[in-house]
């Protein structure tokens, strides 16, 4: 037997900040598995060449890669899983024995988050808010969980339709409802169950252009921006009355559990990295 530890690293640009590295060095341990984790910042545009170096190496089992690869990435594999394909993005690559396979672990890492805080998916009527690769991640997952319905809204309308179009193609109608928020009435705006922000707002403390009646049937509020403070879109909400808030720290630890599952077979308890992370991001 090898006594080389297996070799991960996470594909990014810039990538000082990743989190990844501390997270599955935390995961490792949890099962005595000896892991070396690296950090790779590969030129913009040289994805290709950067993960052709890296698993050049046969102890490289696997890689995460995090923007502006995620693409790149999709075109670099030789095979997709159903999520990735669908997604149209890869944040996880897999060595098999004679390929590589990417996989997209975002949409199930939010799924995992909404579960634990025990929000109810099942026959949820879902509103994301943005349209741009994190939402398209999520819905594959989102819509496993069986969710009842999903309105999209976003600022640019035609990537809200463009949107929902390619999920409508993956999607049997009579079990989902699928529609951009900006083609219904005011009153489909009162009826969420449960609202993700997938837009980058936050990160600058801004707020979508929406009416505060999305938050009146008081529904769990997801933002997948997580800062030190909650995020104002997490604030407003709680203000309106809503009870579950929850940014999106969690769904950072759980895509990447499921990311360690995919490479060495075992379920790492997030809970514990969470807490960790958490504590080190106030
Ligand atoms: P993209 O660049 O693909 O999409 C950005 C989205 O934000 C688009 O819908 C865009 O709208 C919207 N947006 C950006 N600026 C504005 C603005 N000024 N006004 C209105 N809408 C705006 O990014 P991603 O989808 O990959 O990521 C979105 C966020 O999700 C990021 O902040 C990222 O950090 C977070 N994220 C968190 C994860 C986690 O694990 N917690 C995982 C993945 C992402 P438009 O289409 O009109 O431009």
């Known amino acids: 037997m090898s006594s080389i530890s297996p070799i991960v690293c996470v594909f990014g640009n810039p990538i000082a900040q990743s ?3 501390t997270i599955h060095t935390m995961f490792a341990k949890q099962f005595g598995l000896s892991l070396d984790y690296q950090k790779r910042l590969a030129p913009i545009d040289g994805f290709v060449q950067s993960a052709n170096e890296f698993f050049a190496n046969k102890h490289c089992i696997g890689a995460n890669v995090t923007m502006p690869f995620k693409l790149d990435a999709l075109n670099w594999v030789d095979e997709l899983s159903v999520q990735a394909a669908r997604a149209g993005a890869v944040n996880t690559i897999i060595r098999q024995q004679d390929k590589f396979v990417g996989d997209n672990t975002d949409g199930i890492g939010l799924v995992m988050d909404l579960q634990n805080h025990l929000v109810n998916l099942a026959g949820a009527k879902v509103l994301i808010i943005g349209a741009g690769g994190a939402a398209k991640g999520a819905l594959p997952a989102l819509i496993e969980a069986n969710i009842e319905s999903v309105c999209i809204y976003n600022r640019s309308i035609v990537k809200a339709d463009k949107l929902v179009a390619e999920t409508n193609a993956y999607t049997p109608d009579k079990a989902y409802t699928f529609g951009s928020l900006q083609t219904k009435g005011s009153q489909a ?19 979508p252009s929406l009416p505060d009646s999305i938050f009146n049937h008081h529904p769990a509020v997801y933002d997948m921006v997580y800062l030190s403070q909650p995020t104002q879109f997490l604030n407003k909400a709680a203000t309106l009355g809503c009870d579950t808030c929850i940014d999106g720290l969690g769904m950072l630890v759980n895509q990447a559990a499921h990311s360690f599952f995919l490479w060495f ?18």
Not at 265 to 278: A, N
């Open 189 to 207: 705006m009162q009826e969420f169950d449960v609202i993700i922000n997938a837009t980058s707002l936050s990160l600058s403390a801004n707020l």
């Open 265 to 282: 077979g075992h379920k790492p308890d997030t809970q514990p990295v969470y807490e960790y992370l958490r504590a080190l991001n106030k």
């Open 19 to 21: 989190k990844s590295p």
